[in-house]
């Protein structure tokens, strides 16, 4: 599939692209397609399956049951008819009346209205479709009032007096609603982790067993639960809200308040099960970032054994993976203490300290560790240690010592600001190291702006991420292509810009420093005014700037099959010292050839007569401005072929640039020293490029000094690559051999399976 929607906000950034070391992704609409399908839900240990689902197919018009076990008592059936009713009244989906949505055509039938459902969360509507599925279809909502059809086609209504919303936080929404008998109830959906706490009584554990065994499945699983409430206690909770909502200072802060106090004493009604498939190459993207050397960090709020499933199916963690547990459970059994230094004793034991190429390049004789945390230990982690405390104050240092040598790192059960955190804490490690983070969602904003390069999902929860990214893409796949593709290309143009620009400028300024010992420091300029302005504007610039825009040392393909090619430009190592004083040696060198070499053609008096009787002829014929337009000549050709010795890619528009810049040259020279122009005074350069080319030796000359000047590099290149190949010359010499395409069975170039299931 093609797709068109795709925005870069900040361009410059795109050299930190090419340099990328950690990755931290967000798990929900952007590993996974956050397309919900609801899958089943659990009722007091009764397990409910919509008949469609079991049948293996999707039926819109079927509304019975298939029970996985034994049928529910007198009170499980109130529990379950109480449960479906506050999946329908908890959420803040809306129905809409019209036929199609941006050209897509979903709905329900209620008559002959067509009607579908809409929110900001696709968990929602798929719990609202899935109930509706079981019997109870939610209606709209009219004046306040929420209206269901149950399983005996009567309408319900249910008056909405308050809406809990839900927060990243606390992780659950409540509401409360008044039926029609005037009975006042408060129901609330949310993780496991928010609800079990707050529950006096319900089969907990039964559902407890359902929601573990559903996570290892990799659904996602909530947590359903309610309370009467009495008419003082209503007044109690109103009398609450309207305070902390009418609070001038810190509203935030006394709403959170009283939401913990309202929130309590529930009884547990069920769970409820939803898929969430993983995109389309995924995993095909993770194990190419995997072998380019990055390390991948997903960053969830989801339930760990939800998360774990999704990694195993994201090849994030591998089947020979050894996965190491920080979470609350462990550290309930031993202190925190003890268990970083055990986990810090059992990876450094293996690796020592991992560095990118034996991360990149991890073989069987290292074992693979991935790392589990979860947000409240992540807390403790990051807590400030005590004065005096022996054992605090380190654990920063131990947990990224340990970060450091895991394949992979899975943060589970986090807030908004913990993912933020978690960046900022690579950030600031002492490699410093080149960071990226991707989301889709607002809880994701804050790790995308703390991160060097934020990426934005455009999914189905709003555009806040892709609005507060630099680079906005569709799918997480992508993320492939933008970073082994367009960064490495990037990075090859940008650096051969920056190194090309000195050489030739060292190349331009050193002959004119080298006439100064020759002209008695008079100030005297070897080159004239015209082409001292257009060297730099008009008879160089156009080769390197096509090069910088489309230049392709390797194929687009083959990059995307071989991310272990990224890691030859990681460090940025084409930007280092050894390489400028390289280019900065090759411009002095090329300077002294220029410059030497046209002196000593001007100093043998046999040479430059060109057949003439009289010595004294060769200072007539060459003077001081055909000695600096023999030299510019030199200057000009060779710095334009040694770009063009650099070039891999040519079209057409390359052997346009590069050959019509020398062409233009040539004819500049022609007509400004060959036209008397009315507009300069004195005219120092009239038919002086005329009179050089006339000279067969000065013919000679700009060859021979042309070739001496190239020779250097082509003599490095051709020992280098012959010597110590890089993996990107060895690919570039097979292709060359038209060897290339015949290997396919290289292991070098072995392309990565792809597996889409979760």
Not at 190 to 214: C, L, T
Not at 575 to 588: D, E, K, N, R, S
Not at 712 to 735: F, N, S, Y
């Amino acid at each position: 599939m093609f797709y068109s929607i795709s925005c870069v906000f900040l361009c410059y950034l795109i050299c930190l692209v090419s340099q990328v070391e950690y990755v931290f992704t967000d798990k929900t609409g952007t590993l996974t397609e956050n397309n919900m399908e609801f899958i089943e839900c659990c009722v007091d240990g009764h397990v409910y399956v919509p008949h469609a689902i079991c049948n293996g197919q999707i039926m819109s018009g079927a509304s019975s049951i298939d029970m996985i076990d034994s049928s529910p008592s007198a009170e499980s059936k109130e529990h379950e008819e109480l449960f479906f009713r506050a999946l329908c009244l908890c959420h803040t989906v809306q129905v809409k009346e019209e036929e199609t949505v941006d050209g897509i055509k979903r709905g329900i039938h209620q008559g002959k209205a067509t009607s579908f459902y809409i929110s900001s969360s696709p968990d929602e509507v798929a719990l609202v479709e899935g109930m509706k599925r079981l019997g109870f279809t939610y209606l709209r909502l009219k004046d306040s009032h929420m209206e269901i059809l149950n399983r005996e086609d009567d309408i319900e209504r249910f008056e909405l007096l308050e809406v809990l919303n839900f927060d990243s936080v606390r992780r659950r929404m409540s509401v409360i609603v008044r039926s029609n008998s005037g009975e006042l109830y408060l129901f609330c959906k949310g993780a496991d982790s928010s609800i079990f706490p707050r529950v006096i009584s319900g089969k907990v554990d039964q559902v407890r067993a359902r929601v573990e065994h559903n996570a290892v499945e990799g659904l996602r699983t909530l947590c359903v639960a309610y309370k009467k409430l009495s008419r003082e206690e209503y007044e109690q909770v109103c009398h609450l809200l309207n305070s902390a909502k009418l609070a001038l200072q810190d509203r935030d802060k006394k709403l959170a308040e009283a939401y913990d106090v309202i929130e309590r004493d529930f009884i547990l009604l069920g769970a409820t099960a939803v898929e969430d498939r993983l995109q389309d190459k995924a995993a095909d993207t993770i194990e190419s970032l995997h072998k380019a050397g990055m390390k991948v960090w997903v960053l969830t709020g989801d339930k760990m054994e939800t998360a774990a499933a999704t990694c195993y199916a994201s090849k994030l963690f591998r089947r020979n993976t050894q996965i190491l547990e920080l979470t609350t459970k462990r550290t309930e059994e031993q202190s925190l203490h003890d268990v970083l230094f055990d986990l810090s004793r059992t990876v450094l034991r293996q690796h020592g300290s991992m560095t990118r190429d034996t991360f990149s390049g991890l073989s069987g004789d290292f074992q693979d560790y991935g790392l589990i945390i979860d947000g409240a230990t992540l807390s403790a982690v990051m807590k400030p240690s005590q004065e005096g405390s022996s054992s605090g104050g380190n654990y920063k240092e131990i947990f990224l010592e340990i970060c450091r040598n895991c394949s992979a790192v899975l943060c589970c059960r986090m807030a908004p600001l913990q993912k933020a955190q978690i960046v900022k804490l690579i950030k600031a490690s002492k490699e410093h190291p080149i960071t990226l983070a991707i989301g889709d969602g607002a809880n994701d904003v804050s790790m995308i702006l703390e991160a060097h390069v934020g990426i934005g999902i455009m999914g189905k929860e709003g555009r806040q991420a892709a609005r507060n990214s630099d680079y906005a893409i569709p799918k997480f796949k992508h993320l492939k292509k933008m970073l082994l593709v367009h960064g490495h290309y990037y990075y090859i143009r940008i650096s051969e810009l920056v190194q090309y620009f000195f050489y030739k400028n060292v190349c331009f300024i050193f002959p004119q420093f080298l006439y100064q010992f020759f002209c008695g420091f008079s100030q005297q300029p070897l080159y004239d005014t015209a082409y001292l302005t257009l060297y730099n504007i008009s008879f160089t610039s156009l080769p390197i700037l096509l090069y910088s825009l489309i230049e392709q040392h390797i194929n687009m393909d083959i990059l995307k099959r071989d991310p272990s090619l990224y890691r030859d430009i990681a460090k940025n190592s084409l930007l280092q010292w050894p390489i400028f004083v390289y280019w900065t040696f090759l411009g002095v060198f090329d300077a002294m050839v220029f410059f030497f070499g046209a002196f000593f053609l001007f100093d043998n008096t046999t040479f430059t007569s060109n057949g003439q009787l009289m010595a004294t002829n060769t200072q007539m014929m060459f003077g001081n401005w055909t000695f600096g337009t023999l030299v510019f000549t030199v200057l000009v050709f060779t710095v334009t072929l040694k770009l063009a010795l650099d070039t891999h890619y040519w079209t057409w528009i390359n052997h346009f640039v590069i050959w019509g810049s020398l062409l233009f040259y040539v004819i500049f020279s022609l007509l400004w020293g060959g036209i008397i122009w009315p507009f300069l005074n004195y005219q120092r350069m009239y038919y002086v490029f005329m009179q050089m080319l006339a000279s067969g030796p000065a013919w000679l000359s700009i060859i021979l000094l042309v070739m001496v000047s190239l020779l250097p590099d082509v003599v490095k290149k051709v020992i280098c690559r012959a010597l110590w190949p890089t993996t990107t010359e060895r690919i570039q010499r097979m292709k060359a051999d038209r060897t290339y395409l015949t290997h396919s069975e290289d292991s070098l170039l072995d392309e990565p399976q792809t597996t889409t299931e979760a």
